[in-house]
């Protein structure tokens, strides 16, 4: 029986069958876009961690709407600018998604946020107020030509429901490699900054990623706590 078992094993490396990995895995966590990001991989898969988070940052750097010296948040208060050719296809493609979605979507829903104060200790505005954040989240406020991006009627975009999942697109492009993706799998994992979990394990709508389908990485969504 053994010298049958030791005859298959050879015979499956010898066609090129990979054997399922015991090494160990890792898991590392950094604070980045108001969160807390973990990723969990193979040991030997730690540089190419490093250089996810190092991504993460990046983004969070001219992304964030917290920081006043990232270039949403400088374009949003200029209400036009050229952008960067990043930035510009990203927001394109967010407008892209929210005129898709009937604006189910919608990346200017900023002033929506500003009015319900869902992001402090909470308010029921009149309905005026209502009426006045509906209108400067109007999708039709925003409009973008090439990489000049312009915002009417005080509009301002909110990257709360597109920017975790680019960069999380953005960070596997790191660890995407044969030393990672073999088992056990990466994945990455991010807590939601509002206390709700953040729908990462079925991606839809703008946080779908373009690359064909596949069985890893695996997203792990939990709670803020």
């Avoid at 050879?10 to 160990?24: D, T």
């Avoid at 493609?93 to 919608?106: K, M, P, Q």
Wanted: proline share 6%.
């Amino acid at each position: 029986m053994r010298n049958l078992i030791a005859v298959v094993c050879a015979s499956l490396l010898s066609a090129g069958v990979a054997m399922p990995s015991s090494g160990k895995t890792i898991t590392r966590a950094r604070y980045l876009m108001g969160t807390v990001c973990e990723i969990t991989a193979p040991a030997r898969s730690e540089p190419q961690m490093e250089a996810a988070f190092q991504e993460a940052a990046r983004i969070e750097g001219f992304l964030s709407t917290w920081r006043n010296d990232s270039e949403l948040f400088r374009l949003n208060a200029a209400h036009e600018a050229t952008a960067s050719p990043e930035l510009s296809q990203l927001l394109g493609r967010a407008i892209e998604w929210a005129h898709a979605t009937g604006s189910a979507f919608n990346p200017l829903v900023g002033p929506i946020i500003e009015a319900w104060r869902t992001r402090a200790e909470g308010a029921v505005p009149s309905n005026e107020a209502i009426n006045a954040a509906a209108a400067r989240a109007s999708v039709s406020n925003a409009t973008i030509a090439g990489d000049v991006v312009r915002l009417a009627n005080d509009a301002e975009f909110e990257e709360g429901g597109f920017g975790k999942g680019y960069a999380i697109d953005r960070m596997l492009l790191k660890i995407d490699a044969p030393s990672v993706t073999t088992s056990p799998a990466a994945s990455v994992s991010r807590t939601s900054s509002i206390r709700e979990p953040v729908a990462l394990c079925r991606r839809a709508g703008p946080r779908r990623s373009s690359r064909p389908a596949r069985s890893t990485p695996m997203f792990s969504p939990r709670r803020f706590m």
